[in-house]
């Protein structure tokens, strides 16, 4: 098969039926939209990223295993935001993926077969993101700052570089925190305590 390399316009914009034919036709693609229409190609990452990406989501699935509390989403799922309570509101929606996500078993369990098998339209309860060398942190706040107006109730910004942490919660100031040895799911991941020994490495 011949590849084919294609350059996309940085002020590309596309609509969510269009986005999604996209995602179907390039399966092997990690693809966002923004709430304004924008579409990013996310690259595919370095070892050292997709090390300490592992290590979160094995932490996560563990955890939850063990309690079966909700479901936990690798960094190739993309939610199907919307900016306001309404679902079916006629707002501005983005598609976003989360290094790491995790949904509540109950919240999962009422989304229909079909929702659950296309981009899940919620935004998680809890959502990692690891920032990698060439990711901007003020892109990767604006995204945390989505996933909070979608309803997200606990985020984690974590800077590897920096060893830096920035903690997101429902009307609260963002809490940041240097070179922390642990993070606590607090009340929405009860017992779940990420060590972050590894991704200091």
């Known amino acids: 098969m011949k590849l084919t390399t294609i350059n996309i316009p940085d002020n590309l914009k596309v609509n969510q039926e269009q986005f999604e034919q996209l995602a179907i036709a390039n399966r092997e693609l990690r693809l966002e939209r923004t709430a304004t229409g924008q579409l990013i190609i996310m690259p595919p990452t370095g070892g050292n990223t997709g090390r300490k990406n592992i290590e979160l989501e094995g932490q996560l699935w563990f955890w939850n295993r063990q309690n079966k509390l909700g479901i936990v989403f690798n960094s190739s799922t993309a939610f199907h935001l919307r900016s306001g309570a309404d679902p079916l509101a006629d707002l501005p ?88 040895a642990s993070l606590s799911g607090e009340d929405v991941l009860p017992g779940f305590v990420l060590e972050l020994a590894e991704l200091w490495r």
């Open 93 to 180: 929606s983005a598609v976003r993926s989360p290094d790491a996500a995790w949904v509540t078993l109950e919240r999962w369990e009422s989304l229909t077969s079909e929702q659950q098998d296309s981009f899940p339209p919620l935004c998680p309860d809890f959502a990692i993101e690891l920032r990698s060398k060439t990711d901007s942190i003020e892109t990767l706040r604006e995204k945390m700052q989505e996933y909070l107006e979608n309803g997200l109730r606990l985020g984690w910004l974590i800077d590897p570089k920096n060893r830096v942490v920035e903690i997101y919660r429902q009307s609260q100031a963002v809490e940041v925190l240097h070179s922390p």
